[in-house]
């Protein structure tokens, strides 16, 4: 079965690192999306893909950076953690841009 | 400033009862809104979604319903089970968008 999957679950790092979130699909969509989820905000976007080389900016893409080399993965970068970007990380992916989105388990990252 | 509101953070329902979860939206070219279903430590699952062409869309237990000139959906569950208990998420999509943009969340608990 196609599915959508996050690695790792649980990161705990500490402020300054860079820290590389994985994510797969085997959906061979071409669409795929990244959210953070925070109390009191819902799902926000991060950062979201069209296509391999396409990468477009979301509502809170500050302190974040993504790349698509291939269909199957869009890996979301923080490039120096900050605390503020303690969150539960979810990505998504979508056959058609606005079809609906299939999400992966999500990865809970605490910035120490 | 929050395009989809929704004003409830959580509900609690004895089974069998009614849940109906509201959610309000401010942007009047949103015309396709949907409902995800949310479990702890899962991402979220797509549950319905409604056209601004439609009023109502019903999928066994659960019932959508579009207001369009109150800016206002909601979405039924009825008979409550207490597998139902999860975080709903209303979101939005407009026409010829790209993007989902989502409520906050109501935390819905069916009490057996």
């Known amino acids: 079965d196609a599915e959508i999957t996050q690695s790792p679950r649980h990161k705990i790092t500490e402020t300054g690192r860079q820290v590389t979130l994985a994510c797969h699909q085997t959906w061979n969509h071409n669409n795929m999306f990244w959210y953070r989820q925070d109390l009191g905000h819902g799902l926000r976007l991060i950062h979201y893909?069209?296509?391999?080389?396409?990468?477009n900016k979301g509502e809170v893409s500050d302190g974040y950076s993504v790349s698509r080399s291939n269909t199957e993965d869009l890996p979301l970068t923080l490039e120096s953690a900050a605390s503020s970007q303690t969150s539960v990380y979810f990505c998504?992916?979508?056959?058609?841009?606005?079809?609906?989105?299939?999400f992966g388990p999500g990865t809970r990252l605490t910035v120490l | 400033d929050q395009q989809v509101k929704q004003n409830s953070p959580s509900l609690s329902v004895q089974e069998g009862r009614i849940s109906i979860l509201n959610c309000d939206y401010t942007?009047?070219?949103?015309?396709?809104f949907l409902w995800y279903k949310k479990y702890p430590a899962e991402g979220p699952t797509f549950l319905i979604s409604?056209?601004?062409?439609?009023d109502k869309n019903e999928d066994g237990r659960f019932t959508v319903f579009l207001n369009k000139s109150a800016k206002h959906l909601s979405l039924h569950i009825v008979p409550s089970q207490p597998g139902d208990s999860a975080v709903y998420f209303c979101a939005a999509l407009m026409e010829y968008g790209n993007k989902l943009v989502f409520g906050a969340g109501t935390i819905l608990r069916v009490k057996s």
């Open positions: 998504a992916s979508s056959e058609w841009a606005g079809g609906t989105q299939y």
């Open positions: 942007n009047s070219m949103f015309d396709y």
């Open positions: 409604i056209s601004s062409i439609k």
């Open positions: 893909s069209y296509g391999v080389q396409d990468t």
